[in-house]
């Protein structure tokens, strides 16, 4: 029960904020600099950082710097797109948040009670719960709760899209 947070579903979304964020601070370094005067192919260099490899931003500019196009009204437009992205994750996020917790309580919420139960001796934990029927009760519901996070988090993914 208290092990499903560890579901890949839950690790991968302060990934994408970051790469989102890492693209909007790259795009208006960029910008700042080509608007003080500095050319943007020496700018794009020196900005650059791991992650950007093989995104449609680096080859935008790799292929405008390599025809000799003007780069910085398309900057300004994807740096638009990004905030525009990051502000909609953020809205998101804001409607999802009482889903979230809701799904953390139901995910914790039966292992504090019989944790509390068997601190509080209200049940003897050794004798209650090692008959058959318990334990089988038991799996189920950490099954149980496994499928229904896992379908939690598929409608706040639903939603995201």
Known sequence: MILTWLLPGALLRPERKNALARQMEFLESVIDDAESGEHIHVSFERHRYRDLVGTPIEKFCYLSIA???????????????????????????????????????????????????????????????????????????????????????????????
């Open 67 to 161: 025809q000799g196009l003007a780069l910085l009204p398309p900057l300004r437009e994807l740096a638009r797109q990004c905030k525009f992205q990051i502000e909609r994750e953020r809205a998101i996020d804001v409607e999802i948040a009482p889903a979230r917790a809701t799904l953390k309580l139901l995910t914790y919420f039966p292992a504090l009670i019989l944790l509390g139960a068997a601190i509080g001796n209200v049940m003897p934990v050794n004798q209650s719960l090692l008959a058959p029927i318990p334990v089988g009760m038991v799996l189920i519901s950490i099954a149980l709760q496994v499928f229904g996070r896992q379908w939690s988090e598929r409608i706040i993914a639903h939603a995201r899209s």
